[in-house]
């Protein structure tokens, strides 16, 4: 097996949605914001060649949408999905699997292009199962009134169209074992319904993919939760346990939203979990 992390682009969002009811005062010590009150995030995804499989983790928020929607976004540099696929020897049709860990527009808008005539819409990747699982892809594709504006249809109707998606099973408590793709998934709530975070073994290192259940250093504090999540005392929970199983078994955290923080490790202290060392990917990859 190698892994990979895939750049697929970088943007910002405004700080406060970003942690919710904490101050700003506090989360700018370690997320800085710009003038406009934005901080700078990505959308690192992950590329895992494992045998005949090489299956991508997330795929960010894609190319094709408009102008003024990107403009709320201020991307920044030149990074998309294809030109890292690129760096590091692959392409888009090498693709065999597209774990999308949930459904909304910067996980996998990615996962669906324009066609060629810009009539309609077509997979990204021609020869991969795109996966999901069936609790989420209900919640998504019947949002709520918070949520809608996440759930794209154009990112999500055209996956079921071209008849490559697939669902993993799902589990009776929050930790799926062993799944269709060859690694453990674990299973949280709190930011939507059954987001999926992926725990892969390699050479001896358990790395933990945290999507949005922590999506930066700066959120490692319990309260420190995004105003985007549905159910935050939830979140909080999920966090608490997680975190513990992962400062207690020495979990690599690959950090999809960090834009200057790759991979984590985490270490019980006083205040509880807090940041351990900070790697590349690079390092813990090689």
Known sequence: ?????????????????MFGVVPKSIWQQTNPADANNMIDLTARCLLIEDGNR????????????????????????????????????????????????????????????????HTGYEPAFKNARFWSNKNHWAWATQPNKREKASFLEENIRPI??????????????DLLKNSELGFDVFFANGHTDKQMIP?????????????????????????????????PLLTLNEKEKFLNIAADNNYYLFLEHDAHNEIITVKHTEKGVRLNEVFTAQEVFS
């Not at 909304?104 to 005539?117: Q, S, T």
């Not at 490559?164 to 589990?171: D, G, V």
Request: hydrophobic fraction near 40%; charged fraction near 20%.
């Open 199 to 231: 725990l892969i073994q390699y050479k001896g290192k358990t790395i933990a993919f945290m999507a949005d259940l922590l999506p930066t250093v700066g959120h490692l504090p319990l309260p420190f939760v995004m105003g985007y999540d549905t159910r």
């Open 54 to 117: 090489l299956i991508l983790v997330d795929t960010g928020m894609g190319n094709k949408q408009s102008d003024k929607f990107f403009g709320y976004y201020y991307l920044w540099g030149d990074a998309t999905l294809e030109k890292s696929l690129k760096k590091n020897g692959f392409s888009t049709d090498d693709i065999t699997d597209v774990f999308l860990t949930h459904l909304h527009f910067d996980h996998c808008g990615g996962a669906i292009n324009w066609n060629k005539n």
């Open 1 to 17: 097996m190698q892994l990979y992390p895939i750049n697929s682009g970088n943007f910002k969002l405004d700080g406060g949605a």
């Open 160 to 173: 079921e169209a071209s008849g490559q998606l697939k669902f993993l099973s799902l589990p009776e408590d």
